[in-house]
């Protein structure tokens, strides 16, 4: 059975600093492509970043670049989005999504991607 489980959520300050986490049980992350996705109410899904597999490039949205950092830890088969600076703007549930690499044609896209997490909730206020 395949499980991924986010965590790290919660409330976070404007500037500050919040680092998800997505572990993994029943696959091994290190051959698929992840993508972490977020949805703040009343707005569709979006994805803010993937990670290709091999090199395990990684790929941001415009408006997370420079303030997000996703990271795999293929030893703990656990992947990270680590939020800084964020801004109430990102306040959303975020999920971490994995993808056998033949599924997923655009790493943005929801649709390829095979196994969800359940997500964690995170709010950006003062």
């Known amino acids: 059975q395949v499980q991924l489980v986010e965590s790290g959520g919660g409330l976070v300050q404007p500037g500050g600093s919040l680092r998800l986490s997505c572990a993994a049980s029943g696959i091994t992350l290190e051959y698929f492509v992840i993508g972490w996705f977020r949805q703040a109410p009343g707005k569709e899904r979006e994805g803010v970043s993937w990670?290709?597999?091999?090199?395990?490039?990684?790929f941001y949205a415009d408006s997370v670049k420079g303030r997000f950092t996703m990271s795999r830890d293929n030893a703990k088969n656990t992947v990270y989005l680590q939020i800084s600076n964020p801004k109430p703007e990102d306040t959303a549930d975020y999920y971490c999504?994995?993808?056998?690499?033949?599924?997923?044609?655009?790493?943005?896209?929801?649709?390829?991607?095979?196994?969800w997490g359940q997500g964690t909730q995170v709010t950006v206020s003062s």
């Open positions: 999504a994995a993808g056998y690499p033949s599924h997923v044609d655009y790493g943005f896209g929801a649709e390829g991607y095979d196994y």
């Open positions: 990670s290709s597999v091999g090199d395990e490039s990684t």
